[in-house]
């Protein structure tokens, strides 16, 4: 894997092996990243369920000011750290080893806010509307939230976001997600 662009543009990172991570395709991370351009720079960003660190790295490498990397294995969590290292980010990230639920927990409680959050988890979640609820809570106004899903299935949110883009790459999909502001009809 590598970095799309940005000042570590070529440089390669490594992923976790066996089948429990799936590492987002360099044309995914692309195309993604050509959609969010305008909003990256100087952004915070939290990546759940992380695995290698990609999509927060090419962030950064874009120009976001800092990035939350979580993951709930151990290995995915040792390799972010040494990822980071070999490009330099370890004073723009941040590490947390334990499921979302704690993550979202302990950000919301220190006030961390976000201008991009990253949901990447394995494709067997369908139903996001949880995680995405709570997600809800620490996105800056304006911020988004992005999903990879199994592009044959569209994922399960909460009806606090709306969405704004989705893209399909073979058996990936992209979608993209605002924040509800307005009130609903009841």
């Known amino acids: 894997m590598r970095i799309i662009s940005g000042k570590a543009r070529g440089r390669t990172i490594d992923a976790p092996k066996g089948m429990d991570t799936r590492p987002t395709l360099d044309r995914v991370r692309e195309s993604l990243f050509n959609i969010l351009q305008r909003v990256v720079f100087d952004a915070e960003v939290l990546d759940l369920f992380s695995g290698s ?3 927060a790295f090419e962030a950064i490498s874009r120009g976001a000011r800092r990035a939350v990397l979580c993951d709930v294995a ?8 040494k990822n980071a290292q070999k490009l330099g980010f370890e004073q723009q990230c941040e590490f947390m080893l334990c499921d979302w639920k704690h993550a979202v927990a302990k950000l919301y409680a220190e006030g961390d806010r976000f201008d991009l959050i990253f ?5 067997r979640f369908q139903d996001l509307t949880e995680i995405t609820q709570a997600v809800c809570t620490l996105l800056k106004p304006d911020g988004l939230v992005i999903i990879e899903h199994d592009s044959s299935v569209a994922p399960d949110v909460t009806d606090l976001l709306t969405l704004t883009d989705q893209r399909k790459y073979g058996t990936a999909g992209i979608r993209i997600y605002v924040r509800e502001t307005e009130e609903k009809d009841v």
Do not use: K, N, T
């Open 53 to 55: 660190g990609a999509l």
């Open 74 to 81: 151990r290995e995915p969590h040792s390799i972010q750290v």
């Open 119 to 123: 949901l990447d988890p394995p494709y």
